[in-house]
């Protein structure tokens, strides 16, 4: 049958306008259309959640970004830069010294010599008779942390550490025993594994009779690794016992002494002093008739009592101080030791001792560089003498000075103690570190 070519036209005509239709709602209505700046999207999904193309290549759901290549490269460039920071962090850490903590329980006098005078720490309150006083220091690796006064007990002190340094006094039989009982508690904390480093900074007996302590030591199975013991001991060797200071009388509230420029080049009035104890049938005896025959009293500032006194009063503590800011010399005799807090007292004013050289009796031996061995090693710029017969002849030589000579030997006095006491310093820091640490 013949299909009129009129009809045949119209289906043409209407399948080409629906086909337009079609075409315009696809690209003007549909929700899905495909930018040049979109990735090609086909349902077929890859085993891993993405989306395949005709071609079977695998496409990621999320849509292509043009400057992710770049996007990455920088991100990348980030975690570079952070990561050497990081390292470069680690490397400074790494690198910083190692610091350890110390405490130092003073619970003798001498400790306030120590911690002050040696170490140069400061102490609050700074009212000297506080019930507690206590303080903070750094020296070369070690965090040093002081605790001192009556309130200062047993089981009340805050211990944040396991290195311990404990000053005590070993002088008199009382003084014994406080120590041991101080000695017997820090065993305790030995034995609690709470300490594990323990030093003893010891005023020792003046005829050197120290045994007492010999069982607390390392050596002799005790749990003191290091014992900082004063007088010249034949105990010292230098490996776990070390020759300590006397230094000045701190239980007598003498001062840490600033030197300042008058004390150096002030004119003295007097050619020296001596104001102290004369015991019966000693060298002072001989020194007071030397000061008072030969008529050097009264160039001299001279105070003798005939029974010592263990306590200052403010106005004979000042009376003391005086006189060693105004005398050339300070004479120095041998009490039951050769070695006195008024040698160190006499340097912290610039006065320079005239020290008797004599060995007193008992075990003070300590080699032929006895007495005064730590001193002599550090050599002290003092004038030495063996009989006070010989003061006059000193003293002659002492009027024949210019005052710009005697300024010189004020300042290398002066200057000789610093320098003395910040050795003291390093040499105590140099074993601690070396005993307590040298296995960390």
């Not at 759901?61 to 990081?86: C, L, M, T």
């Not at 710009?404 to 390093?426: I, K, N, P, S």
Request: proline share 5%; hydrophobic share 35%; glycine share 6%.
């Amino acid at each position: 049958m013949k299909f009129p070519k009129r009809k045949l036209f119209l289906l043409i005509i209407i399948a080409y306008v629906a086909f337009s239709l079609y075409a315009a709602y696809n690209v003007f209505f549909s929700s899905k259309i495909i930018s040049r700046v979109h990735r090609v999207e086909k349902k077929e999904s890859g085993p891993s959640g993405g989306i395949r193309n005709g071609g079977g290549a695998l496409f990621m759901g999320h849509q292509w970004n043009p400057w992710e290549d770049e996007q990455v490269d920088y991100n990348s460039e980030i975690n570079k830069k952070r990561e050497a920071f990081k390292q470069h962090m680690a490397q400074i850490e790494k690198n910083k010294p190692t610091r350890y903590k110390v405490q130092i329980w003073g619970k003798a006098a001498i400790g306030l010599y120590l911690w002050e005078h040696i170490l140069e720490g400061p102490l609050n309150p700074t009212d000297k008779i506080a019930q507690w006083r206590e303080g903070e220091l750094q020296s070369s690796k070690i965090d040093f942390s002081f605790y001192t006064g009556p309130a200062v007990v047993q089981g009340h002190v805050p211990l944040g550490m396991n290195s311990l340094v404990l000053v005590l006094n070993g002088r008199e039989e009382q003084k014994v025993i406080y120590s041991t009982r101080w000695l017997e508690h820090i065993q305790t904390l030995v034995q609690s594994h709470t300490v594990s480093h323990v030093a003893v900074v010891l005023l020792g007996n003046e005829h050197c009779n120290n045994n007492w302590i010999g069982p607390y030591l390392k050596r002799n199975g005790g749990f003191v690794n290091l014992l900082f013991l004063v007088y010249d001991s034949p105990w010292v060797n230098d490996k776990d016992v070390f020759q300590w200071p006397l230094g000045v009388a701190t239980y007598r509230q003498f001062p840490l002494v600033r030197p300042n420029p008058e004390m150096i080049t002030s004119s003295r009035p007097f050619l020296c002093n001596f104001l102290g104890t004369v015991y019966k049938n000693s060298s002072r005896e001989t020194l007071m008739q030397v000061l008072k025959h030969s008529g050097l009293d009264k160039e001299c500032i001279s105070s003798a009592r005939e029974k010592w006194l263990p306590q200052e009063t403010t106005e004979s503590l000042k009376r003391y101080q005086s006189a060693l800011a105004q005398s050339e010399l300070t004479l120095c005799p041998v009490g039951i030791n050769t070695e006195s807090y008024r040698i160190y007292e006499a340097c912290s004013y610039g006065s320079v001792p005239v020290v008797e050289d004599v060995l007193t009796p008992r075990t003070c031996a300590a080699g032929p560089s006895s007495p005064l061995r730590l001193l002599k090693a550090a050599g002290a710029p003092f004038i030495y003498i063996s009989d006070w017969r010989e003061l006059p002849t000193i003293l002659e030589a002492e009027r024949g000075m210019s005052q710009e000579q005697r300024v010189d030997r004020r300042r290398r006095l002066l200057e000789w103690y610093a320098t003395f006491r910040q050795q003291m310093r390093e040499r105590f820091t140099e074993v601690i570190e070396e005993n307590f640490f040298k296995s960390v």
